[in-house]
């Protein structure tokens, strides 16, 4: 068997294509929820402490000096992006708990009940009309 051959027969399997949607939407969730966070969640927090704006908050190390820039730690960057991880994974953990609460209730959906002696009965019934009148 031919590489190519092999290869489209990979590519074409519904697992990779389920997969390479997934992380296409994941991407794009996550632009969503960096925004969300950004602009939705931190400005009001910022604000209640003071009007802090977290991604400007940092420790410098060292002044720019001439033309090398500036040595700093800028926790605020990581405190917003800490923020967009906790979101998402809020988010995915709702997500994957609704998913398995529909798997439960699809999976506990009654099966039909065998029908009862009458019913058996009155179907046979039926059944011997219709073979008379035909």
Known sequence: MSIVKEFKEFAVKGNVVD???????GAAFGKVVTSFVA???MPPIGL???????????????????KQ??????YGSFLQTAFDFLIVAVAIFMMVKLINRLKRQEAAAPTP??????????EEIRDALRARGA
């Open 19 to 25: 997969l390479a949607v997934g992380v296409i939407i």
């Open 39 to 41: 602009d939705v969640i």
């Open 48 to 66: 209640a402490l003071g009007g802090v704006n977290f991604t400007s908050l940092q420790i410098t190390l060292k002044e720019a000096f001439e």
């Open 69 to 74: 820039p500036a040595v700093a730690l800028r």
């Open 113 to 122: 009940a065998a029908p009862t002696k009458d019913q058996v009965l009155l």
